[in-house]
């Protein structure tokens, strides 16, 4: 089971970039690095995923260096609507692609 | 509009009297799956199904049951609800994987129930 750690939570700032780096030091080679975002009450949202270098949409930028064993979530000028917990998982290709969430990080994104 | 619905969103009920929660999606998906989320534990799968009346145990199957016979249902059964299932339920879908590497789940709106 590759075991993810991403810090508890960070505070921010509106207009701020925010970066959440999580490690993932027994990542496998076929496994992927994905993404998700929660608000309060509501289910978990994909944001991004990746398998190496770096991939951006309109929401996130995910950068993943060559030995794949960290990846560092970006979210560019952030709003007050950002604040939610950020997980970030492994998803194990052996596993059939299951998600394995661990504790997240709470993002609160002050005024 | 694609989602994934459940029902339903709220339910208080007393030990032991049967419920069911339902899940149905519209994306025609393959992949759907169930997940309880408790303080402190995260979210944690309960039981997926990989295609109609395909099913397996996720990691915390005990005191649940599905079924899927039709590619959009995926519910959701408590025969004898216990006051620890009180929780948060999710449930997910997503597309197979034939010829991808990944594809991404969406989530449900939740189910909170209370079990007295």
């Known amino acids: 089971l590759a075991k993810t750690t991403q810090p508890i939570s960070m505070d921010s700032y509106e207009g701020q970039e925010v970066n959440i780096t999580c490690s993932h030091n027994n990542i496998a080679t076929n496994d992927y690095i994905t993404w998700y975002q929660q608000f309060p009450s509501q289910g978990p949202r994909f944001i991004i995923q990746?398998?190496?270098t770096k991939v951006t949409n309109e929401v996130a930028s995910l950068f993943i260096p060559a030995d794949r064993k960290s990846s560092t979530l970006s979210l560019p000028r952030v709003s007050l609507s950002d604040t939610a917990v950020y997980y970030c998982l492994v998803v194990e290709k052996a596993a059939g692609n299951k998600l394995t969430f661990g504790g997240g990080t709470r993002v609160l994104v002050k005024p | 509009e694609a989602q994934v619905t459940q029902n339903p969103r709220y339910l208080i009920t007393v030990t032991g009297k049967k419920l069911t929660v339902t899940c149905s999606q519209n994306?025609?998906?393959?992949?759907m799956s169930w997940y309880r989320q408790d303080p402190g534990l995260g979210l944690r799968q309960i039981y997926y199904s990989m295609n109609v009346e395909v099913t397996d145990k996720g990691d915390v199957p005990e005191g649940y049951k599905v079924s899927r016979k039709e590619k959009r249902n995926f519910p959701l059964i408590l025969e004898s609800p216990s006051p620890n299932q009180t929780s948060l339920y999710f449930c997910?879908?997503?597309?197979?994987?034939?010829?991808?590497?990944?594809?991404?789940?969406?989530f449900g709106p939740g189910t909170r129930l209370t079990v007295l």
């Open positions: 994306m025609n998906h393959e992949y």
């Open positions: 997910a879908s997503r597309d197979g994987l034939a010829g991808k590497d990944y594809n991404e789940q969406f």
């Open positions: 990746g398998y190496k």
